[in-house]
């Protein structure tokens, strides 16, 4: 169990479509990061949210939206499907108060997009 | 802008081989440097980290790293590798709060 819960595990979009990934943290974690791993890469972050606000973001462009609820889950939002957003989207939680460091960064298994 | 570059993208050994995978970053400031692994399905999981002090570092299912600061280099070593072993493996630095992740490398285990 990986303490990260993400949904769907698996879906199918057509290019243009819209599409919104959900994750639950790992309890006693209140930060969220996403990141998107394309086939035969490594992982590459999007975007980090807390207190409900973005705090950080990587090289993707405004497509990719995201959002924090106050329970600390997030969504991730990618508008205007393209074919190259086709990828395993991972989301990772970790703790602000305690770091990366002391308090750990935990990933969840991930959700494939596959968009035709 | 931080880097991590691995020097293999796909590695086949049979069981009890030894096993080095090189990891290789671009980074300034203070590293804290990392290795996951991702089982076929599952999540990353950590292997091992090094933010200071010894720089050969242990990790679980007896894996090792050896950070070398003047080759800017963290590889990943085991003994003897295992069928279980089969997965991709991830070198990442951390300059903040999230990662930058090398491309990964692929480890087939023959048994």
């Known amino acids: 169990d990986a303490g990260v819960t993400q949904s769907p595990t698996h879906l199918i979009k057509t290019r243009g479509q819209q599409v919104t990934l959900r994750c639950s943290p790992k309890s006693g974690h209140d930060t969220v990061s996403w990141y998107q791993q394309a086939l035969g890469q490594g992982p590459q972050f999007i975007f980090q949210y807390y207190e409900e606000e973005e705090r950080q973001r990587g090289n993707f462009p405004d497509r990719f939206s995201g959002h924090q609820f106050p329970n600390y889950s997030s969504e991730l939002n990618v508008n205007a499907l393209l074919l190259g957003d086709s990828a395993l989207y991972l989301c990772a939680s970790s703790s602000t108060g305690l770091g990366v460091l002391f308090g750990g960064y935990t990933f969840g298994s991930g959700t494939r997009l596959t968009v035709v | 802008a931080q880097s991590v570059s691995q020097h293999n993208h796909h590695v086949i050994l049979s069981e009890a081989a030894s096993l080095e995978l090189g990891c290789n970053y671009s980074y300034g400031g203070t590293v804290n440097l990392f290795w996951y692994v991702q089982y076929p399905g599952q999540h990353l999981q950590l292997l091992l980290k090094?933010?200071?002090?010894?720089?050969l570092v242990k990790g679980i299912k007896g894996f090792e790293a050896e950070f070398i600061k003047s080759k800017f280099s963290f590889n990943l070593r085991k003994p003897s590798v295992q069928w279980s072993d089969t997965a991709e493996y991830f070198c990442a630095v951390l300059p903040g709060q999230n990662f930058v992740f090398g491309p990964g490398t692929r480890l087939s285990v023959l048994p």
């Open positions: 090094y933010f200071s002090g010894d720089p």
